[in-house]
């Protein structure tokens, strides 16, 4: 059975930085895409960032481009989304999901499947 789980959310100071970790069974990250997306209390799920079958990141909001950035390992079949400069607007559940097939990474919740349940990452002093 095809999963997804996120980890690595908690509380940081604003100006820190958080690596949150997104572990994938049941299928293998080298043939899909991945992506990240948030939702903070009252708000619609928004797409951060997105990582393409080549590992080249194809897609940032611009409210992170800069400050957030994704990698992959295939053979530990883990996406990390690396953010830096938080902002206590960054505050929210952050989710991962994989790219549905034969559609391309985006910022769009349609174009994604398989989600986990997300980690809590709250910026504040």
């Known amino acids: 059975q095809a999963q997804v789980a996120e980890s690595g959310g908690g509380l940081v100071q604003p100006g820190g930085s958080l690596t949150l970790s997104c572990v994938v069974s049941g299928f293998s990250v080298e043939w899909t895409g991945i992506g990240w997306f948030r939702q903070a209390p009252g708000k619609e799920r928004e797409g951060v960032s997105c990582i393409s079958i080549s590992g080249r990141s194809n897609y940032h909001a611009d409210s992170v481009r800069g400050r957030f950035s994704i990698s992959k390992d295939n053979a530990k079949n883990t996406v990390w989304l690396h953010m830096s400069s938080l902002k206590p607007e960054d505050t929210a559940v952050y989710y991962c999901?994989?790219?549905?097939?034969?559609?391309?990474?985006?910022?769009?919740?349609?174009?994604?499947?398989?989600w986990g349940q997300g980690t809590q990452v709250t910026v504040s002093s």
């Open positions: 999901a994989t790219v549905k097939r034969d559609h391309l990474c985006s910022g769009y919740v349609d174009d994604y499947d398989i």
